[in-house]
T-cell receptor, first 113, second 114 residues
Framework: GNSVTQMEGPVTLSEEAFLTINCTYT??????LFWYVQYPGEGLQLLLK???ADDKGSNKGFEATYRKETTSFHLEKGSVQVSDSAVYFC????????????WGLGTSLAVNP | DTEVTQTPKHLVMGMTNKKSLKCEQH?????MYWYKQKAKKPPELMFV???????INESVPSRFSPECPNSSLLNLHLHALQPEDSALYLC?????????????FGPGTRLTVT
């Protein structure tokens, strides 16, 4: 079945450091891929998405490229800020039922000043 | 307006109480969702409504009863809950007619069952 694997956290970085959070997936068909972010005490926000191979999603300085050959969708940011401290979830749409999202376990990021 | 609102923000209830969670969206979305999220875990899908009809029930116990009065509103009725039901309950919505299923989430209701 479909699945998403994220790197385990927590990840701790200093402000202005480069961020990579790895996400790989197993899926049949051509799912859409998403990154969601959850700030402390809040709901989930869609950070970026990609719907087909080689698409690059980007938002708020974050980027991720849909790599079908490596089944990956790694999240990157060139210079993190303290305000980026949050939990990041990678997800894919279930090809059999696009309303269902398959979630990674989440990666907690803490950015220190 | 890409906002989903949820009320109340916090709720404490006893195991014999009946309460309801409410969710509203004004984005014209025709699919609405209830999720349960435990701390430091991904959200777990509970129910999906599509065009105001229940389309997915993820084998949720009957003490949780969803209702979709119209295309903008979604309720979750709670009765005889257990302490293990304490969690963050998230509502979400998405488009249905463009093949675009990205989901927009509300801020959640933090439920504590005593």
């Amino acid at each position: 079945g479909n699945s998403v694997t994220q790197m385990e956290g927590p990840v701790t970085l200093s402000e202005e450091a480069f961020l990579t959070i790895n996400c790989t997936y197993t899926a049949t068909g051509y799912p859409s891929l998403f990154w969601y972010v959850q700030y402390p005490g809040e709901g989930l926000q869609l950070l970026l998405k990609a719907t087909k191979a080689d698409d690059k999603g980007s938002n708020k300085g974050f980027e991720a490229t849909y790599r079908k050959e490596t089944t990956s969708f790694h999240l990157e940011k060139g210079s993190v800020q303290v305000s980026d401290s949050a939990v990041y979830f990678c997800a894919l749409s279930d090809a059999g039922n696009n309303r269902k999202l398959i979630w990674g376990l989440g990666t907690s990021l803490a950015v220190n000043p | 307006d890409t906002e989903v609102t949820q009320t109340p923000k916090h709720l404490v209830m006893g195991m014999t109480n009946k309460k309801s969670l409410k969710c509203e969206q004004h984005m014209g979305h025709r699919a609405m969702y209830w999720y349960k999220q435990k701390a430091k875990k991904p959200p777990e899908l509970m129910f999906v409504y599509s065009y105001e009809k229940l389309s997915i029930n993820e084998s949720v116990p009957s003490r949780f009863s969803p209702e979709c009065p119209n295309s903008s509103l979604l309720n979750l009725h709670l009765h005889a809950l257990q302490p293990e039901d304490s969690a963050l309950y998230l509502c979400a919505s998405s488009q249905e007619d463009r093949g675009d299923y990205e989901q927009y989430f509300g801020p959640g209701t933090r439920l504590t069952v005593t």
